[in-house]
Each structure stands twice: as structure tokens, then as C-alpha cells.
């Protein structure tokens, strides 16, 4: 037991500054909760339970469809999000996954998008209004059939446990709208993953399993991922969506395209799907100056 206590002081004085350890203080409950799953996950106490939910590959993204580059992000975001404040990127040096599809300089925080819509408790009662904002957004740029309209409040979605857990933390420790660049896949690499075998995998990788918030943010900079039918689905692993509103989280949401236009719909959390894939990032800890 010493030696672990040992290699818990050398991350904490590595990583932490006096800001950040207070930051930790603040959000004890979390902070404890992450150790506790990061503690189960390095001793192998616990598998993941949904590992068998995949299925093959068939689907892609649309013919010759690239990350966008740090300029036209920039230039985007800033048309999309006029009242975030963006913040200076210095450091352009980001090492990118064997597999994932580049770097989302630009991610918006959702305190941010909370404070600028005038949304209370935004990761929790307040959640759905944030996400009815965003689907709003993207269909101003263009048709959108939304199947849940009048059905985002917060007892019909949650962002889940964990992930909001880590979503917390990451953005308390920056300052500013944004939370620092990181790497993405925009669904390719969890093709044919169950929303939450895709999710579980995300979390013990360390890597951040994507909600709607993050999802609709990054497709509406992004909106040529999802131009056609046959273009791969956009499964939303970081959130829980409640159909019937009486408390079985057991539904997943999506973007597809059908009808000749972006769809925003629910399925089984359990479903593997060989034409739809997660979203998820790669986050690090890097100073932004806005």
C-alpha cells in the first residue's frame, strides 16, 4: 500500500498545480469516484461487460471527408459561437492516434454554452436545454429531423456518471470557453461498437466518450461528415436517453442521414451496429490563453 500512495504523489505533484489541487478539493466526490474506477480498472478487478456488443465494418465516411483544418475550425467556430471567447493556440504539436481522424482544436465547453443560453444546472436539469440549442444550431445550417423534439428534458436525458464526471474535471481545469485541442474519432475507429461497449472501452483508455453536447458542437463545425444515407452513423456515447421518461436508461442517441437530410434518433444502448460508430476524444492537459 505505501509504494501505490507513493505513485499517487508523484502523478499529483507531476500534474497539479495549486489551482488544480484545489480544483480537485472542490470536487472531492468526483475526484474520488475516477480514482475508484481508474484503481478497479488498472488491477483488472472488473471487466468490461459489454465487450462482446460489436459487430463488422461496412460503412465510412463521405468520399474523401478530412478533419478540417486549425484555420477553417478557427474560422468556423467563431461564426457558429460568436459569444465564446476563443482562445490563443500556441502549441499546434499534437500527436494523433494510429487510426482517429485528427485534431478538434476548438471544443466548446458546455459551462460555456450553458452561461451564453442562459441555462441553469447545465450537466444535470438543465442538460436537455443545452442539447435543444445545439440541435437548433445545426438545423439552422440545414434541414434536421429531430425525432425527440419536446422530449430533452432531464427526465428523458442525462449525460452519463462517468463521463460527466470526467467532463467536470476537465473543464474546470482549464480556463476559458474551451477545453484545450485534442484528437478525435469522428466514429470510424468504433465502428460496429455498441454505444456503451464503446463508451466502457473510451473510459478505461482514458479517453473521453463524447455526449450530444459535444456530438452536435463538433457536426455542426464538422457538417460535412454527414452529407448521405450511406455515410456512417453517428452513434452519441456519452449520454443516457430514457424513451418512456419513468427511469430505464437503456437508450443511446445518434445522428444518421435519411430522407435527404441529418436525423437525430434514439436506440438500444446494447445494439452493435456495422453502419454506425462513437464519437470520442483524446484529452490532454494544456494551458490556453484566451
Known sequence: MFEIRKQVEVVVNRCLDRRGAQ???EQGDVFQSRLDDLFRELSGAT???YKKERVGRICGYPAGWTVPSFDEQRESTASLFPNLVLPEIANRDI???SGWDGVWWFPPKIAALGCIFSIQ???GEGYGQVVEHLIALIGQQRPLYNYHKGKLGANYIR???LVRGRIQTLEAA???DFLP???ITFGQFYEGFSSRNARETAIRQQELPFCTVQVGSLLSVMPERLVAYGDLWIDIPGDEYDRTADGHWTRSLYFCFRGGMP???TCPACSANCESGSVVGFPRVLKLVA
Request: proline share 17%; no cysteine; charged share 15%.
Open 121 to 123: 444546472d447545465f450537466y
Open 159 to 161: 449525460i452519463q456518471e
Open 95 to 97: 500527436v494523433v492516434p
Open 263 to 265: 436525423e437525430f434518433g
Open 174 to 176: 482549464t480556463d476559458g
Open 181 to 183: 485541442p485534442m484528437p
Open 47 to 49: 471487466q468490461n461487460p
Open 23 to 25: 480544483v480537485l478539493i
